[in-house]
């Protein structure tokens, strides 16, 4: 008979992230297949179905919600048991997980691998772009070491480092340079281009928003770059940060403008857990990173 792996575990712990194989498995750098094989494999040694598999989505059994709660506990504990050795052999070597949203992660991720490739150079740096959910998920799974999201994230079991805070630009077609900024109560009564449910920077950018006014949004997008482009053909306006402006800009006719009060901002950190035998590190490493955005 088989036996429970640390294998197991992750790829269970995966599963139950994502809440479907073929994200799952993504993450997990292997097919699909192999994955629901060795999720089938957990199940026989378990003894018991742990998924009920739908149609679009995987729940968790009462089994499967009890090896998730166990599961996580121990590879938290081999992760920071691992992060102890890390520690003994010096500052920052071997590999380092390090998660980072899709607002930031173009603009700032070259910068941060080169500072940290000069001050650790025995540091395998291992980036990871996604949603700021999945990065909160991946991180308790210990699937990540850190992540660099917007804060706060409001997660008890992590500690949050501010790097920086900017504000958000408005970028209109360029033929309308010249008209006034538009004002909270105004912005939503314009043709808004958002990116799509799940990013934070949507959230943070519909809050600036006058509350009472509902948005007239006409489309959504997967990226900045998407927005931006539509903006330059004409296609309504949309907000970015700060840091995006000249990525974002560089091959779009469009106008960029600051709001005149009170302007949209967002504050940019790292998070990591609590527990984590490397915080010190973590914490030294937010410095560099701090250090680099300012340039």
Avoid at 60 to 72: C, I, K
Avoid at 173 to 183: E, F, S
Avoid at 211 to 226: D, K
Wanted: proline share 6%; net charge negative; hydrophobic share 45%.
């Amino acid at each position: 008979m088989k036996s429970l792996t640390l294998k197991h575990l992750r790829y269970f712990g995966a599963l139950a992230a994502h809440r479907h194989f073929g994200r799952a498995a993504e993450t997990c750098s292997i097919s699909q297949p192999a994955l629901s094989l060795q999720i089938k494999e957990l199940e026989g040694i378990m003894g018991g179905p742990l998924v009920e598999r739908a149609a679009r989505e995987v729940r968790l059994t009462a089994m499967g919600e009890d090896l998730l709660a166990r599961g996580s506990e121990i590879l938290q504990q081999i992760d920071d048991l691992n992060g102890l050795v890390r520690q003994q052999a010096g500052p920052f070597s071997g590999r380092l997980r390090l998660g980072v949203i899709p607002t930031v992660a173009p603009y700032l991720l070259p910068g941060i691998i080169h500072a940290l490739a000069d001050r650790y150079p025995d540091l395998k740096l291992e980036p990871k772009e996604t949603i700021t959910q999945s990065l909160v998920h991946e991180i308790l799974a210990s699937r990540l070491d850190a992540a660099i999201v917007a804060l706060p994230v409001t997660e008890p079991a992590l500690q949050e480092f501010t790097l920086f805070e900017e504000e958000f630009l408005l970028v209109r077609p360029a033929h309308d340079a010249g008209l006034p900024v538009p004002t909270a109560a105004v912005l939503p009564t314009m043709e808004l281009l958002l990116l799509e449910e799940g990013h934070c920077f949507r959230d943070q950018a519909l809050s600036f928003c006058d509350a009472s006014v509902r948005p007239r949004q006409i489309m959504e997008g997967s990226s900045l770059s998407t927005l931006v482009q539509m903006v330059s053909a004409g296609i309504g306006v949309t907000l970015i940060p700060e840091m995006a402006r000249a990525y974002e800009t560089r091959s779009a006719d469009v106008a960029v403008s600051r709001f005149d009060a009170s302007p949209p901002s967002r504050s940019i950190g790292m998070v990591w857990r609590k527990t984590n035998p490397l915080s010190q590190e973590l914490m030294e490493m937010g410095a560099i990173i701090r250090k680099t955005a300012e340039r």
